[in-house]
Structure formats: structure tokens, C-alpha cells
């Protein structure tokens, strides 16, 4: 396989700079060279080229000359081969700009439309890589806030393998919190057997929230729900009860340690449903529960190397000096801590699966959590050169149309299940209405199935193509347009991509083996080849933030390129070479939106 456009570039300007170096022109430490030749980048401009190396600039500053004199002399050393155009003069204050040659990118586009990679390079130093996502606390329904990391998660693990690391997915389910005190306490206080018998996790659901409202004892709330202010009457110690119950099941009650046997296989149950719908798997489902064995040892041997001592019964990490607040590992009462089963898996991950690398992929608000583990981690000689790094994905909140978090009317958190049903519901009306107008009489179950893969991918996708940072106010009616930047396009995109090859009766294995006879005859060819050669390129960006949204965006350029070409050109109907030329960029085209879409997580229908 050829080697990709970027990467050729970083060579061939590594090399030049070498030489600049040598020749005394402007001395370059051999360290420095990676950061340099990265700075390449996709021309905004076509007619400028293809690529642009913008190093001139900032050479220049050190080197006390023009920026244009030394993109002079970068590219009076630069080794273009046959791959691009000879570079001419800098543009702009020192821009070095770069064409690839029309029979190299022809010869890229055959390579890539016969290759399962596409024409994507696996990395040159694949690491192993532990992705922690999703991870809901459950004996509780899951509710929006859970989407992020879960979507976000998968489709990181997804392209992080793809680009070919070595990945391991873990599920940190929290199964050992204070949510199991709230259920234990409402099986023992007002269960429901025959609700409990005809579904288990509603009725566990209905305990959690009702204990919540009788252990809080916020009055606002049991103002506004009678069996809740009932019970706390009734109970009006039933915050202390809830946490001895915990306490009780950490200690090993065999009671609270049944029951929590009983319930965990429902809970399991529920969660694996949704992922189901999701398309959401995962290598390893290690809850907090497993890492309580390792607890004790984990704060003796944080304590043994001098990091963690005790102050007033409770045990610390005092990370910023004696007078600061501690990371708390261990309570007065002997409980142990959040903070504590993340060190203890930190830990276990590092003895077990020895990772370059472990990504958190959770909701900011927990930022300053995964700083004080980290910076614990790394003085406990966990984190750092040669050894593990720990990274917070980090993500903003869901929104409602009033800009506050997304809410049920009621004022409730809103449950997963109901939001992925109604985006299916939704979806079946616009499958339908499309249907209808197309007068394509699809039969109903077909379009059933249309509209889970349509519904499900919408919501996918309007997470993943925010910007994972910021915050993102969640909106069916946008999600399900048809047109801009949504799954629904993006899913009829592959679809009429691909229709043609039906329509025509064309087989696509021919096409990609006449494929090295192409050569491009018009610009809006060759901007959609260029486009689809960057496939790798995107993922490479992906990875290097941890942004998904990349891979979105790349996308919908593909999908524009490709409506940009096939609304002036034809097809079907062009003959000899053309004809072969503009069938191999549809196909590839369809594989690269196809492919995208999957390492999205998002199912692209047969058909629309
Ligand atoms: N269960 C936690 C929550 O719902 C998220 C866990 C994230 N992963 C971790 N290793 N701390 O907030």
C-alpha cells in the first residue's frame, strides 16, 4: 500500500529540515523535528493546493530572516518524488504549499477502493490502550446523562482499534454505592412483591427513586408526593438507615449481601437491553464491587510509601501540603471512598493489562475527581514517562430547549429507554412519510427496522458531532432533519451512494478490479478523490484530541463532495474510462461513508 499523503509529507519536509540544519541556514535540535513537520495542513483553498507546511513562519522568528526567504530554502531541499507537483513559490508570508500529482492520487484512489483499510495506514507504534466509558451506577434507570460517555466511549474504542491499537473496554459499573442502601432499605421497608415478580427493575427503580425522596427529606419534594412524605413520617431516621444499610452490605451481612445478589443480575439485565439497542459492547464489565477486595491494601500501601496519612480517624492524600483539603481514601467510620476504588483499579488495570494509556471518558463535573486520582496515581509512580498515562475525556451536559439540563417536563431526569423509544417513534414517521412520497410501499415491518437503526443513529450522532467539550442542547426535531449534518443524511447518503450500483446493474467487484485504469477529467473528480483520501487523516485527528466530532465532520465534507460531483456529472450514462473512473469514486465513496459511519457506531440501512 502506498503511503499516506500526510505521512509522505512529514518525511519529505523531516528530510529538508535536516539538511536546512546542516547547512547552517537555521540549526534544528533532532527533538524538535516531530513538532515541526506536523505542522502540515489541509490547504482551506483548493487552488492553493492540497496541502500546506506552515513551519517557515515560525523558524524564521528564531532564525532573524523572512518567513518567505526560508519557505525558500525549505523548498529549494524539498524531495517531492512522484507523489506531488514540484512546489513553487511560498505563498502569503511563508506558506508552503503542495499538490499531489493527479496520476499519484488516481493511483491512491484504485489502492484504496480494493483494500478493507480504504487506504488507511495502521499506526507505526500501536499502543494498548484501556477505554473507561459508560459506567452508570446502576439499581437506577439509566437517564440521559448517560449517553455521552457511553456513545463518546464506543466510538473512541472503535476507532482507536481501527487505527490499530490494541483496545480493552471496561464497563466501571458503579454496583457498590449508596443507591444499593436506598433499595435495600425500600425491599425491607415497602416492596412490592407482585410488581417485583412481574418487573424486577421497575419495581427497583420505583424503590430507588421513592427512598431517595424519604431519605433526602427535602421538603419541596415530599410536598409532592404523598407515599414519599408518608414513609418519611413514618421513618423519620431513614437517612441514617439507608447508609447503615450500605455500610452493612460492605461489611458482608449475608442478608444485604443476598439481596444484593438478587439484584445485581436484574440490573445487569436492564443496562445490557439498552446496550443492545445501542450496539454498545464492552471487553470487561469489572464494577466497583470487584476492586473492594484490593481497597484495604490500596490505602495501607498509599499510607506504607509515605503519600496518604490519617488526619482526625479518616485517611488522606494530601496532595497540595498539610493545610489543604485532603483526597479522602478511607472515612472516620472505616468506609472507603470513590476516589479509593479508582486508585485500586488504576492499580489492577497496570498489573493486568499493562496500558500506555487509560481513558476516562466522563462528564466534566468530575474533573477536579480525576485530577487528585492522577496526580496521586503519578506520585504512587503509576502515571508518567514509560508508564501509564491517564487521561479525562471530558464532556459537557445535555441541554433541554430552555438551555438548563435536559429535563422531563415533571421536572424528572429523563430515562434512557423512553428517550431511544421516542427517537424510534419519531423516526418510523419520517421513514414513513418518506416512503409515502417516494411511493416506494415499503412493507411496515421493513420500515420498523429502518426506524430503530434511523432513531437510535440520530441520537447517536447529534452527541458525537458536538463538540465534546461544550455543552449541546438536545433536539429530536433537529436530529431527524433529512438535510445538514444529521445520521439521517448521512444513512440516505450510503444509501443513494449505493443505489446506483443496483440501479445500473454494475457489479462492484469489477469496478474496483478495473479500478487502476482511472484518471480524472474534471476538478469536481478530483476534489471528492482528494476528500476520500483523507479518511486516515481524520481519524488521526480524532485520536489526537479524543474528538469524534472530527470523524463527523470529515464525513459530511465527504457526503458534500460527493452530492458536489454527482449533481454535475454523470454516471451511469458516461462511457469508457469516465464511466470507470466516476463508478470507483462512488464506490469508494459509499465504503468510506459506510465505514465511517460504523467505526460511529451508527448501523447504515440496506435501504431508505
Ligand atoms: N459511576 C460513575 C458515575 O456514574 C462514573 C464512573 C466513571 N469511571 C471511573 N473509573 N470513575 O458518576
Not at 455500610?247 to 440490573?267: I, T
Request: include cysteine; aromatic fraction near 8%.
Amino acid at each position: 500500500m502506498a503511503e499516506p499523503f500526510r505521512a509522505a509529507l512529514r518525511g519529505m519536509f523531516q528530510s529538508a529540515l535536516e539538511r536546512l540544519s546542516a547547512d547552517g541556514v537555521v540549526a534544528i535540535a533532532p527533538e524538535e523535528l516531530p513538532a515541526l513537520v506536523e505542522q502540515v495542513r489541509e490547504t482551506a483553498d483548493p487552488k492553493h493546493g492540497d496541502y500546506s507546511g506552515t513551519m517557515a513562519m515560525g523558524l524564521a522568528k528564531r532564525a532573524g530572516r523572512k518567513p518567505r526567504d526560508v519557505a525558500i530554502e525549505i523548498i529549494r531541499r524539498l524531495e517531492v518524488g512522484d507523489v506531488f507537483e514540484p512546489p513553487g513559490e511560498p505563498v502569503g508570508p511563508g506558506f508552503i504549499n503542495l499538490r499531489v500529482r493527479d496520476d499519484a492520487l488516481a493511483r491512491a484512489v484504485a489502492g484504496a477502493c480494493g483494500d478493507e483499510r480504504l487506504g488507511v495506514a495502521p499506526v507505526a507504534t500501536p499502543e494498548t490502550i484501556v477505554l473507561d466509558y459508560s459506567s452508570p451506577n446502576v439499581a437506577k434507570p439509566m437517564h440521559v446523562g448517560h449517553i455521552r460517555s457511553t456513545v463518546i466511549g464506543d466510538a473512541l474504542a472503535r476507532i482507536l482499534k481501527f487505527r490499530g491499537h490494541h483496545t480493552i473496554t471496561d464497563n466501571h459499573l458503579g454496583d457498590w454505592g449508596t443507591q444499593f442502601g436506598m433499595i435495600l432499605w425500600g425491599w425491607k421497608h415497602c416492596r412490592d412483591d407482585v410488581a417485583f415478580a412481574a418487573d424486577p427493575t421497575g419495581e427497583l427503580g420505583r424503590l430507588y427513586r421513592l427512598v431517595r425522596k424519604v431519605a433526602d427529606a427535602r421538603p419541596d419534594e415530599l410536598a409532592a408526593d404523598a407515599e414519599a412524605a408518608a414513609l418519611a413520617a413514618r421513618f423519620p431516621e431513614a437517612g441514617r438507615e439507608v447508609l447503615a444499610e450500605t455500610a452493612k452490605l460492605h461489611e458482608g451481612d449475608p442478608e444485604n449481601r443476598a439481596l444484593w445478589e438478587q439484584f445485581m443480575p436484574v440490573c445487569r439485565r436492564e443496562i445490557d437491553r439498552i446496550y443492545g439497542r445501542l450496539d454498545v459492547a464492552f471487553d470487561h464489565t469489572l464494577g466497583e464491587s470487584f476492586f473492594q477486595p484490593l481497597l484495604a491494601g490500596t490505602v495501607h500501601d498509599l499510607e506504607a510509601c509515605g503519600l496518604a496519612r490519617e488526619s482526625r480517624g479518616a485517611v488522606g492524600v494530601f496532595l497540595d501540603g498539610p493545610d489543604k483539603p485532603p483526597l479522602l481514601i478511607r472515612k472516620a467510620d472505616g468506609a472507603f471512598l470513590y476516589a479509593t476504588t479508582d486508585l485500586a483499579t488504576i492499580r489492577w488495570r497496570m498489573e493486568h493489562w499493562k496500558p500506555d494509556r487509560i481513558l476516562y471518558v466522563v462528564d466534566h463535573r468530575q474533573s477536579q475527581h480525576f485530577e487528585q486520582v492522577f496526580e496521586t496515581a503519578r506520585r504512587w509512580g503509576v502515571d508518567g514517562p514509560g508508564s501509564t498515562d491517564l487521561v479525562h475525556v471530558a464532556f459537557g451536559t445535555v441541554l433541554g430547549d430552555d438551555g438548563k439540563p435536559f429535563k422531563t417536563r415533571a421536572g424528572d431526569t429523563v430515562g434512557l429507554e423512553p428517550l431511544l423509544d421516542e427517537g424510534v417513534a419519531r423516526a418510523f414517521g419520517v421513514v414513513t412519510a418518506a416512503d409515502a412520497e417516494r411511493g416506494t410501499a415499503m412493507p411496515e415491518a421493513e420500515r420498523r427496522g429502518i426506524a430503530e437503526a434511523v432513531g437510535i443513529g440520530a441520537i447517536k450522532y447529534a452527541d458525537l458531532s458536538q463538540n465534546r467539550t461544550t455543552d449541546y442542547v438536545f433536539s429530536f426535531d433537529k436530529m431527524l432533519e433529512l438535510k445538514g449534518n444529521t445520521a439521517a443524511y448521512m444513512q440516505y447518503a450510503v444509501a443513494r451512494v449505493e443505489g446506483i450500483f443496483a440501479r445500473g446493474g454494475v457489479d462492484r467487484g469489477t469496478v474496483r478490479r478495473e479500478a487502476a485504469a482511472i484518471a480524472f477529467t474534471d476538478g469536481r473528480e478530483r476534489a471528492l478523490a482528494m476528500k476520500l483520501l483523507r479518511f486516515g487523516e481524520a481519524l488521526e485527528d480524532v485520536e489526537a484530541d479524543y474528538r469524534p466530532n472530527v470523524l463527523t465532520a470529515y464525513l459530511f465534507d465527504v457526503a458534500g463532495a460527493y452530492s458536489t460531483f454527482y449533481d454535475a456529472l454523470s454516471v451511469l450514462k458516461a462511457e469508457g474510462a469516465e464511466r470507470t473512473t466516476r463508478l470507483v469514486l462512488c464506490d469508494l465513496t459509499g465504503q468510506v461513508l459506510r465505514k465511517g459511519l460504523e467505526l460511529l457506531g451508527i448501523r447504515v440501512p440496506e435501504r431508505m
